[in-house]
T-cell receptor, first 118, second 113 residues
Framework: AQTVTQSQPEMSVQEAETVTLSCTYD???????LFWYKQPPSRQMILVIR??????QNATENRFSVNFQKAAKSFSLKISDSQLGDAAMYFC???????????????FGKGITLSVRP | SQTIHQWPATLVQPVGSPLSLECTVE??????LYWYRQAAGRGLQLLFY??????ISSEVPQNLSASRPQDRQFILSSKKLLLSDSGFYLC????????????FGSGTRLTVV
């Protein structure tokens, strides 16, 4: 079974600075998707960024980028120019590809709480 | 566009009372549907998922059950709530071969007293 580990329960960053959130996973599969979700105080889950395992290029979405190291099974999220609105809980998640039925499940890490200091 | 509705937003129920949380999806057909629970300070635990009407898979043994009476409707139920059922419940949907992960509902905060 796949597992996702987020070993840092909390992190803090100064506004306008850069922060990196770590995530590792364990799988025997060669094809899969990885995601970062954001959960602000409203508790609405928001997709931040996704990465296909077969793509070597790291995904980027505006101020958010990932460092995907497939061999090391590492998937970290970098937030540049941190803003107060980035304060939230961030979850790393894994999904098998191609997926149908039971394989459509997302496996989540336990999350990391990010605070942003003004 | 697709939307997902989940209600109620908050619920306070006494121990031993029944529970019914509802989730509906609009703008798509035959979605995969999921119920997750998030306990305080913890990650998301998958409770149930469904790939079609009447098809329910349970991930963990518990005091809860799920049903899918219609294609885009997913219901989480309990006959008798326990204190340990308190938590934040999230419904989500995905589409096979649609690789944008899940779309989540806004969640239900359940407090069992």
């Amino acid at each position: 079974a796949q597992t996702v580990t987020q070993s840092q329960p909390e992190m803090s960053v100064q506004e306008a600075e850069t922060v990196t959130l770590s995530c590792t996973y364990d799988t025997s599969e060669s094809d899969y998707y990885l995601f970062w979700y954001k959960q602000p105080p409203s508790r609405q889950m928001i997709l931040v960024i996704r990465q296909e395992a077969y793509k070597q290029q790291n995904a980027t979405e505006n101020r958010f980028s990932v460092n995907f190291q497939k061999a090391a099974k590492s998937f970290s999220l970098k937030i540049s120019d941190s803003q107060l609105g980035d304060a939230a809980m961030y979850f790393c998640a894994y999904r098998t590809a191609p997926y149908t039925g039971a394989n459509s499940k997302l496996t989540f890490g336990k999350g990391i709480t990010l605070s942003v200091r003004p | 566009s697709q939307t997902i509705h989940q209600w109620p937003a908050t619920l306070v129920q006494p121990v031993g009372s029944p529970l019914s949380l509802e989730c509906t999806v609009e703008g798509t057909s035959n979605p995969n549907l999921y119920w997750y629970r998030q306990a305080a300070g913890r990650g998301l635990q998958l409770l149930f998922y469904s790939v079609g009407i009447g098809q329910i898979s349970s991930e963990v043994p518990q005091n809860l059950s799920a049903s899918r009476p219609q294609d885009r409707q997913f219901i989480l139920s309990s006959k008798k709530l326990l204190l340990s059922d308190s938590g934040f419940y999230l419904c989500a949907w995905s589409k096979t071969a649609f690789d944008y992960g899940y779309t989540f509902g806004s969640g239900t905060r359940l407090t069992v007293v």
